[in-house]
């Protein structure tokens, strides 16, 4: 049955209520605690497929089910739930959302779950080059994930591991305050990390009234 226009921006919208706050990441958090409760439906509803995208990847880079693979802003889990039906067993989450890492939490599928951000004034308790692989759906995007995360990621990376990284494309526009896309150029330029590929994907959100571009990037610590 076709979906009602009107029931469509109604998901949309709840399902993208974080924008509007992006310059305040306490309130970001609060709107993740607000919406856990109903984000998979929402997802689900409006064709909502960066967790696909980097499902996608991952299995081409990092074969092996055993990796100890880090979900950076796991939020509710539905990355890590489509992971762990293929057989990954170590799975990490992260996300400052108390809510959602209770959602996640109840879905079994990761080892563990840590609330928080990856950050070097708050680094996580683990060793340099722990993880075999960082993946991160939707993340990526102002107000949430940003530049200043990437130094910790890449301190938790093992060498020869790999960052499956997919969100919309629109959200890594380069401005004075967001500037992901030229750290991780910075990184790549200074041989820290390798830039393996670069994927488009139609389709981000099944419904929007924006640019739907998704992409995946893919990186190789050195
Ligand atoms: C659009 S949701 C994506 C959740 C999940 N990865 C998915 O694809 O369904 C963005 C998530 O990023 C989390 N987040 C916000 N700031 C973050 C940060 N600095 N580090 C990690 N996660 C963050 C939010 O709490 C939220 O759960």
Known sequence: MAKNSEELAMHY??????RPVSGDPQKV?????????????????????????????LPEVVPN?????????????MLGEMLHKDGYSNLYGLDP?????????????YATIIQGVARPETPLSFDDG???????????????????????LIRLLRSGGFMVISTRKASL???DSYRVKSTLKHYVDTSVLEETSYQEFNDY??????????????????
């Open 13 to 18: 919208r709840e399902l993208t209520k974080a």
């Open 97 to 109: 959302s108390d809510k959602s890492c209770d959602v996640a939490r109840s879905k079994g599928c």
């Open 130 to 152: 722990y993880f075999d692989a960082i993946v991160s759906s939707g993340t990526f995007q102002p107000g949430h994930c940003d530049q200043n995360d990437i130094p910790e």
């Open 205 to 222: 959100f099944g419904f929007a009234t924006e640019d739907v571009t998704g992409i995946v990037l893919t990186y190789k610590k050195k």
């Open 173 to 175: 526009n380069e401005t």
């Open 65 to 77: 089910k055993q990796a100890l693979i880090l979900d950076v802003g796991c939020g509710t889990g």
């Open 29 to 57: 958090i609060e709107s993740y605690d607000e919406l856990a409760a109903t984000y998979d439906e929402h997802s689900k509803f409006v064709g909502y497929s960066a967790p696909a995208g980097a499902y996608r990847r």
